[in-house]
């Protein structure tokens, strides 16, 4: 069965470089979650999508934004990026609500 | 909007049991249960709809008390594969919070 599909899986970038990051929901799945975890701590709900209109923000920069195309994928883009932004990023989608399927998830680091 | 989880970290041997509680200072439409390994991405446990609702499958349930705005993961004879993460999450719209985590290590 298709599953979430993220990347890159790894991604290495210096201060003040912008990154994307993708997401490839599973098909006929209606909500897209964007999540940034810390090492060691729990994951902080950055932005979520319906039917590819931004739905609601969490806890997301003003330097990051992120959008959802016509064929439902999902980008992250974040600009002037800080030592701090160094995260596991995760991409999950859902039906209604329902159970949250992950992708693997990409790794930035910030050097 | 965070759920509160308790206890933060627990310690069990092969064969106990364990009791995780996840607390809301919001009402509470539904709760999930996802354990998350470390590196790897949560993965879902059971979602709980109604007040009163209690699941389960294989070892692992939770019950959801919608009146006390709480849910809780019950681990019986736990098994070396149940180390990890544990959280509870809640959806209000479309924004889905995580709780603050319970880390579970069982050992031999």
């Known amino acids: 069965a298709a599953g979430v599909i993220q990347s890159p899986r790894h991604l290495i970038k210096e201060k003040r470089e912008t990154a994307t990051l993708k997401c490839y929901p599973i098909?006929?799945?209606?909500?897209v979650y964007w999540y940034q975890q810390g090492p060691g701590q729990d994951p902080q709900f950055l932005i979520s999508?319906?039917?590819?209109?931004?739905?609601d923000k969490g806890s997301i920069p003003d330097r990051f934004s992120a959008q959802q195309f016509s064929d439902y994928h999902s980008e992250l883009n974040m600009s002037s990026l800080e030592l701090g932004d160094s995260a596991l990023y995760f991409c999950?989608?859902?039906?209604?609500?329902?159970?949250?399927?992950f992708g693997e998830g990409s790794r930035l680091t910030v050097l | 909007q965070q759920p509160v989880q308790s206890p933060q970290a627990v310690i069990l041997r092969e064969g106990e049991d364990a009791v995780i509680n996840c607390s809301s200072s919001?009402?509470?439409?539904?709760v999930h249960w996802y354990r998350q390994k470390h590196g790897e991405a949560p993965v879902f446990l059971m979602i709980?709809?109604?007040?009163?609702e209690q699941k389960g499958h294989d070892k692992i349930s939770a019950s959801f008390n919608e009146k006390k705005q709480q849910s809780s993961l019950y681990l019986t004879a736990s098994q070396l594969s149940y180390s990890g993460t544990y959280f509870c999450?809640?959806?209000?719209?479309?924004?889905?919070?995580f709780g603050t985590g319970t880390s579970l290590t069982v050992i031999p």
């Open positions: 999508f319906y039917e590819k209109m931004q739905s």
């Open positions: 999950a989608s859902t039906y209604y609500t329902g159970e949250l399927f």
């Open positions: 919001k009402a509470l439409y539904s």
């Open positions: 098909p006929r799945h209606d909500t």
């Open positions: 999450g809640t959806a209000t719209g479309n924004q889905f919070y």
């Open positions: 709980l709809l109604k007040g009163g």
